[in-house]
């Protein structure tokens, strides 16, 4: 390699956006944020909305402060799942995006999983049920306005919809379309039975693309504009899930299993094909695409929201503040079920405690005491899923890789690895970014192969080990069998 490669990634978050460069010079890859900007939705006559515009605003400062540095080679977007934007045929937009996590979907949300009869649609779609996605969303609207979708010409996922701002050029990549919850994980295309039964025209959603499909370059219009010429866009791995899992600094040998740990906490493992219906006891996990037309299995629980809405609700003190709060008090004297809790619980400190006193647990009065249940609580409940999923893919995980916001909490990974115990790996902190970034030089012919990229990040980005505690060792039978279950049976 005669030069250094620069790939720009988008990495577009739910409570804010990224513009990264990757370095790269055959050899080592370096990082650099160029911008960052503070992102959430917007309520208008009850309803929740993105304002994209103003998130395209922000990437075009980002690319012309790129510009300004120097030359870059290519760009690309992932983002959160499920939201979308719907195109007129003329490339505009037919509504303003509306944000999925929204309460009043709840009823839409049941309708359409009353269409299926139970164990059809993880037969067709590889989920047991319907649960965040484009379904809920597109219902209400054909619902309250039955031939609106007869104006919409395509639907694109956020990822979509910004890499086709950038080069003109719709395309529908894998691992973003995998959270409509609409594919056949055996085809990996859309099923037309399903689209069917929910009354959705087929004809507004995409064949998918493999991540790494090159679209071509930026738009003329662009170029102009930001003072920027040939640069390629790449549809990467959408799903910003997909592009942490990519980033993953482990071999490929299937004893490892991934959280990407922010707001929402997401486990998930690699998987060659779909599994078969595992039963009942199962529900809740997805299969979502993965790079390479691989997939992932998901579970999908509320994470570090817990521990952010409570810095909120004590004036914002930092995290290091809160850890040392928290270990003054001792391991597993309450605990809560994440699955229980909503983004949106008004008073979280006074819904624990309540909680607690209902389930006849001793009642976190301090801040360090409510820090420490959510954190154990977290800890808990992954574990419980990681074992859920060793029985499911018939594995036995020897690590557990931590990536993204949660790497910076030494208390919570040592909870992790003690519960479990299991290895716990932490970082690299920005991997979605860098999964981004790889899946961009891959296409760009600068990488051979994902495991290439792997080992990459592994020698670039430092990382922490966690190992479980000589000196204390919790019953994990106990709290993850009698004291969970007592406590859902009393909810």
Known sequence: MSKSIRALAFDCGSSNGRIIAGDFDGKRLKLTELSRFPNAQEEMGGTRYWNVMRMWQELKLGIRNAASKGKFDSISTDSWGCDFALLRPDGRLLQDVIGYRDDSREQDLAEANSLFKSGELYQKAGVYYFSNSVVPVLRAVI??????????????????????????????????????????????????EVLETLGLPERIFLPPVLSGHILGKTKKSLEQDLDIRGVKVIATCGHDSAAALAAVPAADDGDWICVSSGSWSVLMCEIDKPLPDPGEQYRGFLHEGAYGGKYRL??????????????????????????????????????????????NVPDLPGSMREYC??????????????????????????????????????????????????????LML???????????????????????????????????????????????FAARSYFPSASYAPDLEYYTGEMYNKVEMVL
Not at 298 to 322: C, H, K, T
Not at 398 to 404: G, N, W, Y
Not at 434 to 447: P, T
């Open 357 to 410: 006193r209902k389930t006849n647990q001793p009642v976190p009065e301090t801040e360090g005491e409510l820090i420490r249940c959510a954190y154990d609580s977290a800890a808990l409940n992954s574990a419980i899923i990681i074992g859920k999923m060793e029985k499911i893919t018939g594995r036995v995980f020897k690590r557990i890789h931590v990536v993204s916001g949660g790497t910076h909490s030494s």
């Open 298 to 343: 998901v579970y999908n629980q509320i994470g570090l929201w817990l521990i952010q809405e409570l810095r909120r609700s004590f004036g914002g003190i930092s995290f290091d503040a809160m850890d040392s709060l928290a270990e003054k008090v001792p391991a597993y004297k309450s605990i809560i079920i994440p699955q229980h809790y909503r983004v």
């Open 414 to 460: 040592q909870g992790i690895a003690d519960i479990t115990g299991k290895e716990v790996v932490a970082g690299p902190q920005e991997a979605a970014a860098i999964g981004n970034i790889l899946v961009q030089l891959i296409a760009l012919g600068e990488l051979s192969s994902l495991n290439e990229g792997r080992r990459l990040v592994k020698e670039a």
């Open 143 to 192: 619902k309250k306005f039955p031939r609106f979708l007869d104006y919409a010409e395509v639907l694109l996922n956020l990822p979509d919809f910004f890499n086709y701002l950038l080069s003109g050029e719709k395309c529908g990549e894998f691992t973003i379309a995998s959270t409509n919850q609409l594919l056949d994980p055996r085809t990996g295309q859309y099923h037309r």
